[in-house]
T-cell receptor, first 113, second 112 residues
Framework: KNQVEQSPQSLIILEGKNCTLQCNYTVSPFSNLRWYKQDTGRGPVSLTIMTFSENTKSNGRYTATLDADTKQSSLHITASQLSDSASYICVVASMDSNYQLIWGAGTKLIIKP | DAGITQSPRHKVTETGTPVTLRCHQTENHRYMYWYRQDPGHGLRLIHYSYGVKDTDKGEVSDGYSVSRSKTEDFLLTLESATSSQTSVYFC???????????FGPGTRLLVL
């Protein structure tokens, strides 16, 4: 069964600190992996999309990594800011079913001043 | 929100009544999607459209229907609302395939 698991479910860190969020997936055949940021009460916004051949992709202070062999991804946030408080969702696209997206439940990140 | 609006933004209705949610885009994207988001779950696809009058079911389509008569509008109808359909509904647009999807602001629906 295609699944995306994220850890931790929630995380609290102090402003200015770094953090890493994890994503494990069992999606086959794999097409690409996406990270979205969702602020409370708003729709998700895309941070990165990585294909099979990409190991690392950055978007400002956000860096995503992908290990397609172990089917794991991580999202590293550097020098966190209060505006980084949000849910971060890992999404894996399957080549089946018109690029069906399998969504993780998200990690809720809270940045404290 | 990438030229996507949803209406209404909030709705309270009673069990058994029909409800229609509207998604409107100004980006001329071919693909449009309806998702629902519930606590503890990832977003789940209800229906999607790949062109005018071309729609297909997602993983949780029971109790929902959709219509797309114009490129810019995608309607989601709950034929007879049930309490299990209380959720936040998101519309998304995209060009399909490996490209990203852009999401609307969401509609909060409460079925009493």
């Amino acid at each position: 069964k295609n699944q995306v698991e994220q850890s931790p479910q929630s995380l609290i860190i102090l402003e200015g600190k770094n953090c890493t969020l994890q994503c494990n997936y069992t999606v086959s055949p794999f097409s690409n992996l996406r990270w979205y940021k969702q602020d409370t009460g708003r729709g998700p916004v895309s941070l990165t999309i990585m294909t099979f051949s990409e190991n690392t992709k950055s978007n400002g202070r956000y860096t995503a990594t992908l290990d397609a062999d172990t089917k794991q991804s991580s999202l590293h946030i550097t020098a966190s800011q209060l505006s980084d408080s949000a849910s971060y969702i890992c999404v894996v696209a399957s080549m089946d079913s018109n690029y069906q997206l399998i969504w993780g439940a998200g990690t809720k990140l809270i940045i404290k001043p | 929100d990438a030229g996507i609006t949803q209406s209404p933004r909030h709705k309270v209705t009673e069990t058994g009544t029909p409800v229609t949610l509207r998604c409107h885009q100004t980006e001329n994207h071919r693909y449009m999607y309806w998702y629902r988001q519930d606590p503890g779950h990832g977003l789940r696809l209800i229906h999607y459209s790949y062109g005018v009058k071309d729609t297909d079911k997602g993983e949780v389509s029971d109790g929902y229907s959709v219509s797309r008569s114009k490129t810019e509008d995608f309607l989601l109808t709950l034929e007879s609302a049930t309490s299990s359909q209380t959720s936040v509904y998101f519309c998304a647009i995209g060009t399909g395939g490996t490209e990203t999807q852009y999401f609307g602001p969401g509609t909060r629906l409460l079925v009493l």
